[in-house]
Antibody, heavy 120, light 107 residues
Framework: DVQLVQSGGEVRKPGDSLKISCKAS????????IAWVRQMPGRGLEWMGL????????RYSPSFEGHVTISADKSINTAYLEWRSLKASDTAIYYC?????????????WGQGTLVTVSS | QSVLTQPPSASGTPGQTVTISCSGS??????VFWYRQLPGTAPTLLIY???QRPSGVPDRFSGSKSGTSASLAISGLRSEDEADYYC??????????FGGGTKLTVL
């Protein structure tokens, strides 16, 4: 079965760096793009970007480019979302996603979400 | 910047049929997907590629698309359908776009 298991919640201060992870299993990690989605408290879903683990090709939403880095380590089937300098407005739940449009088969796969809290 | 517009709220009584709309220019040339999100959980796929139901999703849920608009219909409304519903499209560059979400209340 396909599974995306994310790292645990994090509490950081503004200006801190952070890298959260998404461990994939149950499929060939290098064959499909994997995406990240943000959900701020009480708000809707926002597509952030995605990466192709086989060659590290990465695409970003204009709203997030320059502020986060999406990457993957194909040797350990893990995708990452990274910040060099967090802001309070980065407080949100972040999901990694293998969308149906990419893998097909009539199913979507989401991680359980990682809550990132940025507060001084 | 392209947007997908959904009504912020919808409501119905048990047994009724409720329809949630989604409109935006990107719908015209891309598949539409619908998600349901229960409080404190990750979204789950309800409809994919405009009108297809994933395995396990009851046929009470149906999707349609016409031009630059799409709709999700929920028939035989139940209390457990109370949730947030999102439409989404993924374009040919694999850029995703979500609607703002509709909070469905079962009265």
């Amino acid at each position: 079965d396909v599974q995306l298991v994310q790292s645990g919640g994090e509490v950081r201060k503004p200006g801190d760096s952070l890298k959260i992870s998404c461990k994939a299993s149950g499929y060939t990690f290098t064959s499909y793009w994997i995406a990240w989605v943000r959900q701020m408290p009480g708000r809707g879903l926002e597509w952030m970007g995605l990466t192709y683990p086989a060659d590290s090709d990465t695409r970003y939403s204009p709203s997030f480019e320059g502020h986060v880095t999406i990457s993957a380590d194909k040797s350990i089937n893990t995708a990452y979302l990274e910040w060099r300098s967090l802001k309070a407005s980065d407080t949100a739940i972040y999901y990694c996603v293998l969308p149906e449009i990419i893998r097909g088969g009539g199913a979507d796969y989401w991680g359980q979400g990682t809550l990132v809290t940025v507060s001084s | 910047q392209s947007v997908l517009t959904q009504p912020p709220s919808a409501s119905g009584t048990p047994g009724q049929t409720v329809t949630i709309s989604c409109s935006g220019s990107k719908i015209g040339s891309n598949f539409v997907f619908w998600y349901r999100q229960l409080p404190g959980t990750a979204p789950t796929l309800l409809i994919y590629r405009n009108n297809q139901r994933p395995s396990g999703v009851p046929d009470r849920f149906s999707g349609s698309k016409s031009g630059t608009s799409a709709s999700l219909a929920i028939s035989g409304l139940r209390s457990e359908d109370e949730a947030d519903y999102y439409c989404a499209v993924w374009d040919d560059r694999l850029s995703g776009l979500f609607g703002g979400g509709t909070k469905l209340t079962v009265l």
